[in-house]
């Protein structure tokens, strides 16, 4: 094996320079800094964590019995890299074609009550393909007072395949008519692998 030192590498002719061919094997050892003070490509960087979606409650409240799982309506979107959360009829994502792998898939259900109604409990969940496969509860001690905006957080990695949907619902108890807050009931989700 022979070594060749020098402090840079520059093309014979134009302006890029190949590094080995098909099928080499590049080594960088342990303990070596890698830094790029340019643009990376060909990295896999330019479509990771896509298909990417953030969804949200938009324009009012939505209304919802007590102590029933419900399906959050989120009805606006942040980001939808690629078109596959539905926000208008079903408030699902859906994975496309070739996008199959691990997502972490996350959601909040906010629970919004008018005064002299006490929530004791608020859970969220996610749903795939029809079925609950995660949740989170919150239990509130009131001691008589009053909560009129409680939250609560839901997160999950899921090996999806192409043509399976994940939904967000709520579930909250309460001596009233509860309803999921705008703007704070949240579902999102993005590729890992």
């Not at 969804?55 to 007590?66: I, L």
Request: hydrophobic share 30%; net charge negative; proline share 3%.
């Amino acid at each position: 094996m022979s070594e060749i030192q020098a402090n840079k590498l520059s093309p014979a002719s134009g302006t890029a320079l190949q590094v080995g061919d098909s099928g080499d094997t590049i080594t960088i050892p342990s303990g070596a800094t890698i830094t790029n003070s340019g643009t990376a490509t060909g990295f896999g960087m330019s479509s990771a964590n896509t298909p990417l979606f953030m969804a949200y409650r938009s324009g009012s409240r939505q209304t919802v019995a007590s102590s029933t799982w419900t399906k959050a309506q989120c009805n606006g979107e942040a980001l939808d890299t690629d078109s596959a959360y539905d926000n208008s009829s079903n408030y699902r994502f859906t994975v496309p074609s070739g996008k199959a792998g691990k997502y972490y898939i996350f959601g909040q259900i906010g629970e919004y009550n008018a005064s002299s109604v006490s929530i004791s409990q608020i859970r969220s969940a996610i749903y795939k393909n029809g079925s609950l496969v995660d949740y989170s509860r919150t239990d509130l001690d009131t001691g008589g007072a009053e909560f009129h905006e409680v939250f609560a957080n839901c997160s999950v990695i899921l090996d999806l395949s192409v043509g399976d949907y994940v939904e967000l619902y709520g579930k909250v108890v309460d001596s009233g008519t509860p309803e999921f807050t705008d703007n704070a009931t949240k579902f999102g989700g993005y590729k890992l692998t």
